[in-house]
């Protein structure tokens, strides 16, 4: 399992960003949107890293 580090980037509304992390093992890394109902909308998914 990945780390359970966490990470968080605010961004203003139709804007983008770049968020770096170097995965030091293997793992499933997940990441959401923290905004409410974003999640739950389907605003996550998982790294996977061999």
Not at 12 to 35: I, N
């Amino acid at each position: 399992m990945g780390s359970n580090a966490a990470m968080h980037m605010a961004l203003a509304g139709k804007t983008s960003g770049t968020l770096e992390f170097e995965a030091t093992e293997p793992g499933d890394y997940p990441f959401y949107c923290t905004e409410p109902g974003h999640r739950e909308a389907g605003m996550h998914g998982v790294i996977h890293v061999k």
